[in-house]
RNA sequence: GCCCUGGUGGUGUAGCGUGGCCUAUCAUACGGGACUGUCACUCCCGUGACUCGGGUUCAAAUCCCGACCAGGGCGCCA
């Protein structure tokens, strides 16, 4: 019986029907009162003429305050002057539940509310079109991500994210207490979905999340992120990993083009089409379009921000937003990365950035076990640490690699987000816990 | 971890440099009233704020110190 408002038209006219949502604001005059009822799909108009409804309805209006809950039982009537071309003549109305005054925030966008206010309020700071819109095409994406994988074989897993002190190292790990021992939060699942390569599953996919306590405080941080994980066996090298990731990424895209038009004509956005294949730019060859510019980044040393930047822009002119960075020296990459076949300073491993932000990660892996001890050494680890990842390697480890897309990030090249904290529902930053 | 910036009603802001004219601006929200076609309705009346602690001074929203909270950048990374 209850209906959402975009299931109304004009052409309703006549018929009766109940509607439930929000009062997203009242209109007073007199003898005639407006309320704009929201829901999931938009808002509605409910016309109540004094002389037209029962007095206990009209009364009602009176004490009923902004965002209250409401439903309510009427008569569509077409009507040019209503804002969809109709409107509800109510015969009752049900309060379900009052909202309290005055709002913390205001719900219909009029009044601005800083980052910090409406993350403090975000259950109705959700209650606006244009934040939920983000969420709707999140899911949208996900849920896509989920069915190309699947489409191209892939297995989805779960693995731990409470983890011992043995890390792939690289970035500081949240300790928490693990009954009598001391555990961490998974700064990502990459060792597991290796393990996972040993398996014979040969291709599987997470959508993790990553814990990462590192005290940065930007707009393209957080300490807990959502990513797409990958990993699969089989492959001659590296770029049997970008192709995955470059279907990804379109497919990705490509929905949201597709499927999410209503939300991003809420968020004034449009996405162009993205153009394949994605150029594979080498480590070398970003240096030296870097030094052409008059940025000089000594080799060795891994892309600062601006750098990053300053190569999206000029990638941009030359038509691209999307591209892998390759080759990277495998002095700047974790243990279990595979050295380049040829020159061994150089690695499998590539990021994929869009407009100039790192977006992925990835590369093939070192599936050799006795490499892999010595990587892990010469970086300074200690095997003893990784037994169990290691025995996996012992006893038949195809060659592999993989990636991690992270979630929040894609969002915001994708909408152009102002920060990375409006990708997520409740984030998580360095001085944010609650809500 | 390092560096920079800021904290004024429920919300968003003006004022702060050059202390006094601030009994603190404006908008919106909130309470009351008028209004039968609003759609940021309009109009009238009303309530509501200088983060906290210390200092300088005849005098502090304004200057200084500290705490707390927040925003941003770097490194690191998704």
Redesign the pocket.
């Given at each position: 019986m209850r209906k959402y408002s975009n299931e109304i038209t004009p052409s309703s006219d006549g018929e009766r029907v109940e509607v439930a949502g929000w009062v997203h604001?009242?209109?007073?005059?007199?003898?005639?009162?407006?309320l704009?009822i929201r829901d999931r799909t938009g808002l509605i108009?409910i016309?109540l003429?004094?002389?037209?409804i029962p007095p206990k309805v009209f009364e009602l209006t009176?004490?009923l305050?902004?965002?209250s809950v409401i439903s309510v039982v009427g008569k569509v009537?077409k009507?040019?002057?209503?804002?969809n071309g109709y409107?509800i003549?109510p015969d009752s109305i049900e309060i379900l539940s009052r909202s309290a005054?005055?709002?913390?925030?205001?719900p219909?966008g009029?009044?601005?509310?800083?980052?910090?206010?409406?993350?403090?309020?975000r259950v109705m700071d959700l209650r606006r079109s244009e934040i939920t819109a983000i969420f709707k095409i999140r899911a949208a994406a996900l849920s896509q991500a989920r069915e190309f994988l699947g489409n191209s074989g892939f297995i989805e897993v779960t693995t731990p994210s409470i983890i011992s002190t043995s890390s792939e190292g690289?970035?500081?790990l949240f300790p928490v207490s693990y009954f009598e021992e001391e555990a961490f939060l998974a700064?990502?699942p990459?060792l597991y979905k290796q393990m996972m390569m040993g398996t014979g599953l040969d291709r599987v996919f997470e959508t993790a999340k990553?814990f990462?306590a590192?005290?940065?405080?930007?707009?393209?941080?957080?300490?807990e992120?959502?990513?797409i994980d990958c990993e699969l066996a089989f492959i001659k090298d590296e770029r049997d990993v970008m192709k995955i990731i470059e279907g990804l990424v379109v497919a990705m895209i490509n929905v949201v083009r597709e499927k999410c038009k209503r939300e991003l004509e809420i968020l004034n956005c449009e996405i162009p089409e993205p153009k394949t294949p994605f150029p594979m730019l080498k480590y070398d060859d970003a240096l030296a379009k870097l030094e052409d510019c008059g940025m000089k980044v000594p080799f060795g040393?891994?892309?600062?921000?601006?750098?990053?930047?300053r190569l999206g822009e000029v990638m941009r002119e030359e038509g691209h937003d999307l591209y892998f960075i390759t080759k990277y020296p495998l002095e700047?990459?974790?243990f279990y990365t595979m050295p380049d076949a040829e020159e061994g300073i150089y690695s499998n491993a590539f990021?994929?950035e869009y407009k100039g932000?790192?977006?992925?990660?990835?590369s093939q892996r070192v599936h050799e076990h006795d490499l892999l001890v010595e990587r892990i050494k010469e970086k300074g680890l200690v095997p003893e640490n990784f037994k169990s990842y290691l025995s996996g390697f012992k006893f038949g480890m195809p060659p592999h690699g993989g990636?991690?897309?992270?979630?929040?990030?894609?969002l915001v090249l994708l909408l152009g987000l102002?920060?990375?904290?409006e990708a997520v529902l409740f984030p998580r930053?360095?001085?944010?816990l609650e809500p």
């Open positions: 604001d009242k209109r007073k005059l007199g003898g005639l009162v407006f704009i108009q016309t003429p004094k002389k037209f009176r004490n305050s902004k965002e009537q009507e040019d002057k209503a804002p409107e003549i005054t005055p709002l913390l925030l205001d219909t009029k009044v601005d509310a800083n980052l910090d206010t409406r993350l403090d309020n690289g970035t500081e700064q990502s990459q990553y990462r590192e005290e940065h405080d930007t707009i393209w941080h957080l300490n992120v959502s990513a040393e891994d892309l600062s921000s601006e750098a990053e930047k700047i990459k974790p990021d994929m932000r790192e977006i992925v990660s990835g990636f991690g897309l992270g979630i929040e990030r894609f102002p920060n990375i904290r930053d360095r001085k944010r």
